[in-house]
């Protein structure tokens, strides 16, 4: 066989790194997940670019620099040319090498990352599912305060169905990525150096996210507890615990609501999950779902050990079983806050 040149060894990979794209793109199996790895083993060889033909152009324009220059410096050219005009050539060749590199290298990372994530996603029994991002946020907007955040953007990044099968509960929930956008005006002074100043206007887009988990929840209704940024219902109410008030504000349609809700286990249930997760707030509205949002990005996050330059390994470690401890936790608060409450609201 043949030898190939560099030209077929980079077009053999751009085409096997498309084809795990697609792949990935309609993987619904963990077994799918091994076929894209074990086509990497069978490639035969490393999933690296060659960068020869651009060192070698990188090489040649830095000699044709270096000459031009000292031509110029010997006056065989006697053209007015600035002496930096000799590196643009170099610099043009190291900047495409260098983008080349990062993009390709930034490729196969993000495929890696997304095979990861997919065979944690199956492993523990998460379904993505599309979703009109800006349509979602709006209707959840009507239910629950704390999709009401941001006055430039709203939208669902990330929507993901889930079950959790508890000792005493179980039930479907959604986890979700929502991100959104502040727009504001900056008003700074510009001067020009001889003692003039201008007063200048910029347009400036905060972004920030927020997570949580979404689900029916039959036992509260018109009730929030609020550990970030929430206003709050008419009637508030105060629990007996300092540490507790001290976290959270809760406020209902009714103080006695609020009074029933505030059990010790619930109290110490929420004092609990603030070692886990932060900036906490749990919604209830009147129809009986449950949103509990926060700011930790992580519950769905593991961290790979492995990746395409060890296709066995990674394998091996997509065959052992993805445990995400963090949410796992999460859901169990939400079946004891079912257990603590489903008899108070009857």
């Known amino acids: 066989m043949s030898r190939m040149t560099v030209s077929q060894q980079n077009r053999s990979l751009a085409n096997l790194l498309q084809r795990i794209g697609q792949q990935l793109a309609v993987a619904i199996r963990q077994q799918d997940l091994l076929d894209i790895l074990d086509e990497i083993g069978r490639f035969g060889r490393p999933l690296t670019f060659n960068y020869s033909r651009y060192i070698l152009v990188t090489i040649i324009s830095v000699i044709i620099a270096v ?3 000292a031509m110029q410096k010997s006056g065989l050219i006697t ?12 610099l043009l060749s190291i900047a495409i090498w260098l983008i080349q590199f990062v993009y390709r290298r930034q490729q196969i990372n993000r495929l890696q990352d997304q095979l990861f994530y997919k065979n944690v996603l ?6 993505p599912e599309s979703v009109d991002g800006k349509q979602q ?11 009401q955040r941001g006055n430039h953007l709203r939208e669902l990044t990330e929507w993901i169905k889930g079950q959790y099968n508890g000792n005493e509960h179980s039930f479907t929930y959604y986890y979700y990525v929502f991100h959104y956008v502040n727009k504001r005006t900056v008003t700074y002074v510009t001067s020009d150096g001889k003692g003039r100043t201008r007063v200048r206007t910029r347009t400036v887009y905060d972004h920030f996210h927020r997570y949580g988990i979404t689900l029916p929840f039959h036992y509260v209704s018109r009730l929030r507890v609020a550990g970030f940024d929430l206003s709050a219902l008419p009637h508030g109410y105060r629990p007996a615990s300092n540490r507790f008030n001290d976290v959270f504000k809760v406020s209902a349609h009714d103080e006695l609501a609020a009074a029933k809700f505030c059990s010790p286990k619930v109290v110490e249930s929420l004092l609990n999950l ?6 906490v707030n749990l919604e209830f509205d009147a129809s009986g779902q449950l949103c509990l949002s926060f700011a930790d990005s992580d519950l769905l996050q593991l961290q790979r050990r492995y990746g395409f330059d060890q296709p066995a390994l990674f394998a091996d470690e997509i065959r052992q079983i993805s445990k995400l401890d963090k949410l796992q936790s999460t859901l169990v608060f939400i079946e004891q806050l079912m257990k603590y409450t489903d008899n108070n609201f009857q």
């Open 67 to 69: 000459i031009g220059f």
């Open 79 to 90: 053209l007015p040319l600035p002496p930096w005009i000799h590196a643009i050539l170099p």
């Open 274 to 279: 603030t070692n886990r997760l932060n900036k």
């Open 137 to 147: 946020v709006a209707e959840l907007g009507i239910r629950f305060a704390d999709f």
């Open 122 to 127: 199956l492993d523990n029994y998460l379904q």
